[in-house]
């Protein structure tokens, strides 16, 4: 029931299509999907980690624009850890709003190719819940070392930046 142009591609190196079994079209096509798995697995990898040094960055330089306004926090009675927790929910703040965005997104383009190629696109409610559970925890862990930079600026030091 498949056209032989497709079984050539799917079979790769047989020499011909009759001699093609259903265990040869399973294991070529199980050898396709770890591949593309394997693929997909390592651009996801590199975005995420471009994105969290993107969140990093961005409050590295929130830090350094705000510096007296943290010195100043630090002069009335602020702690270290008040300083640290501030910039961290920043950064998961930052990373959550990210991953909505990112979730509706692909929401939207699966319906638009839906419509457009006339595929089955099925959205799993659990893969959007761990792509939000994902984004929070890249903002915690890329917002640790700018709040923790944040929370050891000497007040009086803060206090004369420019």
Do not use: C
Request: glycine share 10%; hydrophobic share 55%.
């Amino acid at each position: 029931g498949l056209a032989p142009s497709v079984a050539r591609v799917v079979s790769g190196n047989m020499e011909t299509v009759d001699k093609m079994t259903v265990a040869n079209l399973s294991a070529s096509l199980k050898r396709t999907n770890r591949t593309i798995v394997a693929l997909l697995a390592g651009v996801a990898t590199v975005s995420l980690l471009v994105g969290g040094i993107g969140v990093m960055n961005l409050l590295l330089l929130s830090v350094t624009q705000r510096t007296r306004e943290v010195g100043l926090r630090m002069a009335v009675g602020a702690k270290p850890g008040d300083i640290a927790r501030q910039f961290v929910l920043e950064a998961v703040l930052l990373s959550l709003i990210g991953g909505v965005a990112g979730i509706a997104l692909g929401v939207a383009a699966s319906g638009s190719l839906e419509k457009f190629f006339h595929w089955s696109a099925v959205i799993s409610p659990l893969a959007a819940v761990i792509a939000v559970i994902v984004a929070i925890l890249l903002g915690v862990i890329f917002g640790v070392y700018p709040a923790r930079r944040a929370s050891q600026l000497s007040p009086i030091e803060a206090l004369r930046y420019e």
